[in-house]
């Protein structure tokens, strides 16, 4: 099983900034969609953004405008950074991808992809 491996989260206040990175050596050259989601303790997980490997990108409503996923210019990892952040932003994030493919009926339902990382937290405090 290939292993993504997420960083880059930590605590931070309202209105501050976060990078998380997801790395894999398969994103330089695989075709791929992932995604970057979010459990807050006691809710359901959100998906919060998508990255295929032909560079199309979405994101959920309650991000856009302020979170940007990108591939960094070596191609093995994916980032997303993250401004403007609020406390309701906090939770253990996770990327996932599914190799092979790009297509998605649904790109934000978790079972779509069969690759997940350990995940990073995020705290947001007021």
């Known amino acids: 099983q290939v292993q993504l491996m997420e960083s880059g989260g930590g605590s931070v206040q309202t209105g501050g900034s976060l990078r998380l990175s997801c790395a894999s050596s398969?994103?330089?050259?695989?075709?791929?969609?992932m995604a970057w989601f979010r459990r807050a303790e006691g809710k359901e997980r959100e998906a919060i953004a998508t990255?295929?490997?032909?560079?199309?990108?979405a994101y959920s409503d309650f991000v856009k405008g302020r979170f940007v996923i990108s591939q960094d210019g070596d191609g093995n990892v994916v980032d997303l950074e993250m401004k403007s952040l609020k406390p309701e932003d906090s939770g253990m994030y996770h990327c996932?991808?599914?190799?092979?493919?790009?297509?998605?009926?649904?790109?934000?339902?978790?079972?779509?992809?069969?690759?997940w990382g350990q995940g990073t937290q995020v705290t947001v405090s007021s």
């Open positions: 996932a991808a599914r190799w092979g493919v790009t297509y998605a009926e649904d790109w934000s339902q978790s079972g779509y992809y069969n690759d």
């Open positions: 398969r994103f330089s050259h695989r075709t791929f969609r």
């Open positions: 990255l295929t490997s032909d560079g199309r990108s």
